[in-house]
T-cell receptor
Framework: GAGVSQTPSNKVTEKGKYVELRCDPISGHTALYWYRQSLGQGPEFLIY????????DSGLPNDRFFAVRPEGSVSTLKIQRTERGDSAVYLC????????????FGEGSRLTVL | KQEVTQIPAALSVPEGENLVLNCSFTDSAIYNLQWFRQDPGKGLTSLLL?????REQTSGRLNASLDKSSGRSTLYIAASQPGDSATYLC???????????FGGGTRLMVKP
């Protein structure tokens, strides 16, 4: 597609529920990132994929968070047993392979845990 | 661990002023630095990307400079307009990994 697409744009759920957030990167981009942004703060790194594999998952806060990218394109961020503190905007970004490329971000998925 | 700081956190200026946003980072071993714009409730729009070997990049009324050795970057906005009102974020790509580390942003308001 023309840009990074994220769905849903908004998700309201209850504490303890399971949530999936989807990211469709720019066609041909091999690197994909997930970030989390709380109100008034800069984005915080969660996980980075190069192709199908998670090259760096050091930013995932705990084992309730998991992400996959089975075919090297679309990625899904999965959050189990959601907590109110998980409420944030989850941003996805992609770029061409290599370390010097520009990152392109999606519009984000706003998650609210009641 | 890389830390990125942006000063000021918020800035309000009258239309037409030239202004400078500051970004500092603690680890000078970087691949590149990127400036983004974020409108309320929206994603990030890339403004300028400076590779570690470059000193500056320009796009229209925007000019970004990079002094890698001192761990600083500035974003210069000429002849500011109300449409420039947004949050501006800088982020650095470190040598050690492949992730961008972001500053907290500068929230800019340009008053007509």
């Amino acid at each position: 597609g023309a840009g990074v697409s994220q769905t849903p744009s908004n998700k309201v759920t209850e504490k303890g529920k399971y949530v999936e957030l989807r990211c469709d990167p720019i066609s041909g981009h091999t690197a994909l990132y997930w970030y989390r942004q709380s109100l008034g703060q800069g984005p915080e790194f969660l996980i980075y994929f190069q192709g199908t594999g998670a090259a760096d998952d050091s930013g995932l806060p705990n084992d309730r968070f998991f992400a996959v990218r089975p075919e090297g394109s679309v990625s899904t961020l999965k959050i189990q047993r959601t907590e109110r503190g998980d409420s944030a905007v989850y941003l996805c970004a992609s770029r061409w392979g290599g370390n010097t490329g520009e990152l392109f971000f999606g519009e984000g998925s706003r998650l609210t845990v009641l | 661990k890389q830390e990125v700081t942006q000063i000021p956190a918020a800035l309000s200026v009258p239309e037409g002023e030239n202004l400078v946003l500051n970004c500092s980072f603690t680890d000078s071993a970087i691949y590149n630095l990127q400036w983004f714009r974020q409108d309320p409730g929206k994603g990030l729009t890339s403004l300028l990307l400076i590779q570690s070997s470059q000193r500056e990049q320009t796009s229209g009324r925007l000019n970004a400079s990079l002094d890698k050795s001192s761990g600083r970057s500035t974003l210069y906005i000429a002849a500011s307009q109300p449409g420039d009102s947004a949050t501006y974020l800088c982020a650095v790509m470190g040598n050690a990994g492949n992730m961008l580390t972001f500053g907290g942003g500068t929230r800019l308001m340009v008053k007509p």
